[in-house]
């Protein structure tokens, strides 16, 4: 997605997409012994270590503004032109980034020259996500877009080396209210603030989400949705399709 575009969305971006701190966590340790660290699509800051020497790049001035007092310093670019020298960096991440970049390939391209250790890359397996209620039940078209945008793990595990993929269940009070997160908030998708954190609603046709979001409505007013997946009120994590897709670049 363009930067014009991340202008509109991250409006009060950061008041919804806050880190979690078990989702921090994982990120953390899959960086290893890195000390350099190059978050990519960095947005506002959320998830970058604050123990290791961070570069961030992010194509929206908007979002760059929103990052906290003290944040590493950020460079205005994109994934597929990163103003780096060649292997100048331990690793990479990128927490839900590459589903924006405008060409994947160049991207990893670009992130496999710049770093010499470690890629890390926080994604969704949507053959998982499909499945969650609101994908599959109110709005198909948001699989059916992220499909054309989003690199599956099998291609991940194509063009990157030495590719290990881990399972992150996502809390059910999970404090990143992006679009999965909210798999036992059915409510929280009916505000207009929360939508506007997640690229997704930004996507898809105005008339199509209003459909979805009518059918949710009613189900919850007259119970529907309770009756059907009420359950989901009574778990702590859900495995949602979250991803944390580790490449080791050098042999060990």
Request: proline share 6%; with cysteine.
């Amino acid at each position: 997605m363009s930067a014009p575009a991340y202008d509109q969305i991250g409006i009060n971006y950061s008041d919804i997409r806050r880190a979690d701190p078990r989702i921090e966590a994982a990120i953390w340790e899959a960086l290893g012994d890195a000390r350099t660290v190059l978050n990519i699509g960095a947005g506002t800051g959320s998830y970058e270590p604050t123990d290791r020497d961070v570069i961030a790049v992010e194509p929206s001035p908007v979002m760059i503004a929103q990052r906290p007092a003290g944040s590493a310093p950020a460079i205005q670019g994109v994934a597929e032109a990163i103003p780096l020298e060649d292997k100048s960096m331990d690793a990479t991440m990128g927490v839900f980034t590459m589903q924006h970049w405008d060409d994947v390939d160049c991207g990893l391209t670009e992130v496999l020259r710049v770093t010499r250790k470690r890629i890390v890359f926080l994604t969704l397996d949507l053959d998982v996500t499909e499945l969650m209620w609101l994908c599959r039940d109110y709005l198909p078209e948001i699989i059916e877009h992220d499909r054309k945008a989003f690199p599956t793990i099998t291609r991940l595990q194509t063009t990157l080396p030495n590719v290990q993929v881990d399972t992150i269940p996502v809390p059910a009070d999970c404090t990143d209210g992006f679009l999965v997160a909210l798999w036992s908030r059915p409510e929280a998708h009916l505000g207009s603030h929360v939508r506007r954190a997640s690229s997704t609603w930004h996507r898809l046709p105005p008339a199509v989400i209003e459909n979805g979001l009518d059918q949710l409505r009613h189900d919850l007013d007259n119970g529907e949705w309770d009756r059907r997946f009420g359950h989901l009120r009574t778990l702590d994590t859900l495995d949602v399709g979250l991803r944390l897709v580790t490449a080791e670049l050098l042999a060990k």
